[in-house]
């Protein structure tokens, strides 16, 4: 009888450590599932969210994934405070993209009761707030917090919140900063969602980083990827001091500023390297400036900015002499009249060669590059 107890005694036991184990693992594989359900809702609308509210409209398709998908997580995650908010605040997040602000004002609030400190909740209140310095504010108020809390290199949050830094950032036209908030994020352990969906935006703010004027006229020309002469001379006349040999610190308009140009050889007759002689005609103001005649124009400002116009021909002295002269760049002539300007821009780093070998002078060049070009100069 002793023998029979012991044995109901072991088996009761046992079964109570396997039900338990049963239920720990119920809740590990119900732990995964939502943490992929999260992931899997994070993955449908940051890229809608990187895009815009009016085209992700337009993605009607995913938008209504996104939103099924919330629908059925909803059902679940009622056990779960933390869980219920995330899949609120992402709900928020989504209504804002939708259009309907005050739906995502309330999920916000709702998010906020039932568990405030999670990311979702935290990046759909700086969503909220339609003033960018304001939003700037705020994610740099929760990056301090981060920092103050943890000794963690990057802590849940630092990523998430360098987006909204760097997008704050860049509407308030600080690229440069922009730029770098966007890299601390994409340093980050984020998930690569983020990266394929702001890339864009990060190059962009890079592109943008030597802007520090407050024209909307140059921050035009700067997106454009294609620029002309007239363009060329606005963006340095406004952002730097290149021209200030001619003007003497007068306002002269870019008509007046090309011709005098054009007059002192600054600007090139033709944009063809290949060319042996200067064409009799001159070109037009509104002509599309190549990377050949941003290459002419970019040395000829380096020579007149170190007084030294021996600079113009240094380099077709050394290699475009001799009965068999050679070029050190593939597509540049060594008798090219644009030979030394390409070599002397490549050389001192001004500017480069877009596949190591070939300078590719017939291509149009962009006005972000160009900016990118003058600074260098007008900061050496």
């Known amino acids: 009888m ?6 109901v005694f072991l088996a009761a036991a046992f079964f109570t450590a396997c039900t338990s184990l049963q239920k720990e693992l119920s809740i590990d594989n119900s732990g995964d599932k939502t943490e992929k359900n999260l992931t899997k809702l994070e993955e449908l609308i940051v890229p809608l969210e990187a895009a815009g509210g009016p085209e992700a409209r337009k993605r009607q398709s995913e938008m209504t994934q996104a939103r099924r998908l919330i629908g059925s997580m909803e059902k679940e995650s009622s056990f779960d405070a933390d869980y219920s908010a995330m899949v609120t605040a992402w709900s928020g997040r989504l209504a804002i993209l939708e259009g309907k602000s005050s ?13 405030p400190g999670n990311v979702p909740t935290i990046i759909l209140g700086i969503r909220l707030e339609g003033d960018p310095e304001k939003q700037l504010e705020l994610a740099d108020k929760e990056l301090a917090i981060i920092q103050l809390s943890s000794r963690q290199q990057f802590s849940p949050g630092f990523g998430e919140l360098n987006i909204e830094k760097g997008k704050a950032l860049a509407e308030l036209r600080r690229f440069a900063e922009a730029a770098g908030a966007f890299d601390a994020a994409f340093a980050s352990a984020l998930n690569a969602v983020y990266r394929e969906s702001y890339q864009n935006a990060r190059d962009r703010a890079w592109d943008l980083r030597y802007f520090d004027g407050n024209l909307t006229g140059s921050l035009n020309i700067l997106e454009r990827e294609v620029i002309s002469w007239k363009d060329c001379i606005s963006l340095a006349k406004n952002e730097t001091r290149l021209f200030q040999f001619i003007t003497g610190g007068r306002n002269i308009t870019e008509d007046e500023l090309f011709s005098r140009l054009l007059e002192r050889s600054f600007i090139p007759a033709t944009q063809d390297i290949n060319v042996n002689e200067w064409p009799a005609g001159k070109p037009g103001i509104e002509a599309p400036l ?9 040395w000829h400002l380096y020579a007149e900015a170190r007084a030294d116009r021996g600079l113009l021909s240094r380099y077709s002295s ?9 070029s050190p760049i593939a597509d540049v002539p060594a008798l090219s009249p644009f030979f030394d300007s390409i070599l002397g821009c490549v050389e001192t780093e001004i500017m480069s060669l877009p596949d190591g070998r070939n300078f590719r002078g017939a291509l149009p060049i962009r006005g972000a590059e160009l900016l990118s070009i003058l600074k260098k100069i007008d900061n050496q």
Do not use: C, E, V
């Open 2 to 7: 002793k023998n029979y107890a012991l044995l």
């Open 318 to 326: 050394r290699y475009a002499t001799g009965s068999n002269p050679r």
């Open 290 to 298: 190549l990377r050949s005649g941003a290459a002419w124009l970019a």
């Open 103 to 115: 739906d995502a004002r309330r999920l916000y609030r709702q998010s906020l009761s039932l568990s």
